[in-house]
Antibody
């Protein structure tokens, strides 16, 4: 079965760190750009970061630059998000998503169920 | 940065047609993608590249894009279509590519 399964979420204090993981199965993980997308409680979707197939290119939304690091291990079919210096506004469900290329842009064709990160004292 | 604007809510009776708009500057020059998100669930891609449907998505879901507005149309609406819907584009106009989501529209089936 083609799927993405996130893990690693939880409650963390402001200024703390957390590492999210995403396990991919059912497809050739190393052939795809991958991404993290988040959704704050009751809010809309926000793209966070993405990474190229071989890890050579990484991009981030401005609000997490310098604090979050996306990485991948193709041998383990896994995607990661290292989150440091966490803030209350980082509280959200974090989704792992597979990226596909379209006619004039890119989109997310496969999503995991998400993992909740709560930043609070 | 590029902004996508959607109406907060749309209400429709079963069997009728729901139209959800997504406004953006010259959005017709971009590919627009649509996601359905039911409460407590992950988003699901329902339309990509303006009007194409992924495998398994009913033909009742269709899309169009022109000028400054893209539209997701749900024909013969069913109770199971009640969900939040988000449009999305890929914006390459800034110093690095961005994935932009619309503000989201809650579809209520009366």
């Amino acid at each position: 079965e083609v799927q993405l399964v996130e893990s690693g979420g939880g409650l963390v204090q402001p200024g703390g760190s957390l590492r999210l993981s995403c396990a991919a199965s059912g497809f050739t993980f190393s052939s795809y750009w991958m991404s993290w997308v988040r959704q704050a409680p009751g809010k809309g979707l926000e793209w966070v970061a993405n990474i190229k197939q071989d890890g050579s290119e990484k991009y981030y939304v401005d609000s997490v630059k310098g604090r979050f690091t996306i990485s991948r291990d193709n041998a383990k079919n896994s995607l990661y998000l290292q989150m440091n210096s966490l803030r209350a506004e980082d509280t959200a469900v974090y989704y792992c998503a597979r990226i596909r290329g379209g006619l004039r842009g890119w989109y997310f064709d496969l999503w995991g169920r998400g993992t909740l990160v709560t930043v609070s004292s | 940065s590029y902004v996508l604007t959607q109406p907060p809510s749309v209400s429709v009776a079963p069997g009728q047609t729901a139209r959800i708009t997504c406004g953006g500057n010259n959005i017709g020059s971009k590919s627009v993608h649509w996601y359905q998100q039911k409460p407590g669930q992950a988003p699901v891609l329902v339309v990509y590249d303006d009007s194409d449907r992924p495998s398994g998505i009913p033909e009742r879901f269709s899309g169009s894009n022109s000028g400054n507005t893209a539209t997701l149309t749900i024909s013969r609406v069913e109770a199971g279509d009640e969900a939040d819907y988000y449009c999305q584009v890929w914006d390459s106009s800034s110093d690095h590519p961005y994935y932009v989501f619309g503000t989201g529209t809650k579809v209520t089936v009366l």
